[in-house]
C-alpha cells in the first residue's frame, strides 16, 4: 500500500512536477506478465524516477546497504525501501549473487515487473559500464523479455554525493523488449550468459548515448579510490 501512496500521492506527483520527465516508448512495458526492465544507473533518483513513470508496479532489487545505515538517516531509508516492497541485495562475494538471482526469480514468478540495474552499481562519471551476468542468468531461467531503458539527465540532476538534486531536464527513454527464448536451456553456459548482457547492454547504450567502458563500473572505482588514498605524487628534486 504504500508503494502506492508514494507513486500517487507523495513523490510522484512531486518528481512528475519538479523534473517533468520526458517518457518515451513507455508502451514497450509489457501490460501484463513477468518482464525485467534493464536499466543504466546514474542517480539515486533513478530509483524514484522510473516507478513514478510506470503504469505497473516495479520492484528493484537494492543495494543491501540501503537496509542497514546507522542512525536516523539509515532508519528512515530502510523503512522506505522496505515499505516501497524493494529487496535488499548483498553484493559482496558469490553465494550473495546466487541470493540476489533466487529473489528476482521469485518477483518474476508471480508475474510482476522485477528492475535490474545490469552494471551492479551507479556510474561515478555518468559512463556506461560492463553489465553482470545475473540479468542473463534471471532472464533464461524465467523465460521472459527483457525491457531496456535509459536514464537520460539523472547524473546531471543528481550526481553521487549530491544529497539534493538540482533542475535539470530529464528523459526516460524504454527500448523494444528482447527476446531470449532462442538460448532456452543454455543458462549454464558462460559464453551464452555474456552474449545475453552484452546484447541488453549495447540496447541500453543505443538509447543513452552514452560512452560505453568494457569494465566493470566496481573495479573502475575501487582503482580509483585506491589512487586517491595514495595522493599525489611529486618528482623528488634532485640534489645539488
Request: proline share 7%; net charge positive; aromatic share 10%.
Amino acid at each position: 500500500m504504500f508503494y502506492y501512496v508514494l507513486k500517487y500521492v507523495l513523490l510522484g506527483p512531486l518528481l512528475r512536477l519538479l523534473f517533468r520527465p520526458r517518457i518515451e516508448g513507455l508502451d514497450h512495458v509489457p501490460a501484463s506478465g513477468a518482464a525485467i526492465v534493464a536499466g543504466n544507473h546514474l542517480s539515486f533518483s533513478d530509483h524514484f524516477l522510473m516507478p513514478a513513470v510506470l503504469r505497473r508496479r516495479i520492484t528493484f532489487l537494492a543495494k543491501a546497504e540501503y537496509f542497514t545505515g546507522p542512525g536516523l538517516k539509515g532508519r528512515l531509508t530502510a523503512f522506505f525501501f522496505r515499505s516501497a516492497g524493494q529487496i535488499p541485495v548483498d553484493r559482496s562475494g558469490k553465494e550473495a549473487g546466487r541470493a540476489a538471482i533466487r529473489e528476482g526469480l521469485g518477483v518474476l514468478s508471480r508475474d510482476e515487473l522485477l528492475g535490474v540495474y545490469p552494471e551492479g552499481t551507479r556510474s561515478h562519471d555518468g559512463r556506461l559500464y560492463k553489465g553482470k551476468v545475473g540479468v542473463a542468468v534471471m532472464a533464461l531461467r524465467a523465460g521472459v523479455p527483457v525491457v531496456p531503458c535509459a536514464m537520460i539527465g539523472t547524473f546531471e540532476a543528481q550526481p553521487p554525493g549530491r544529497r539534493i538534486p538540482r533542475l535539470h531536464p530529464v528523459v526516460i527513454r524504454f527500448g523494444e523488449p528482447l527476446d531470449f527464448s532462442r538460448y532456452e536451456g543454455l543458462e549454464g553456459e558462460k559464453a551464452v550468459l555474456r552474449a545475453v548482457t552484452d546484447e541488453i547492454m549495447y540496447a541500453i547504450l543505443s538509447l543513452s548515448g552514452q560512452e560505453y567502458v568494457d569494465r566493470y563500473a566496481a573495479d573502475v572505482k575501487a582503482e580509483e579510490a585506491e589512487k586517491a588514498a595514495k595522493g599525489p605524487r611529486f618528482p623528488r628534486r634532485p640534489h645539488r
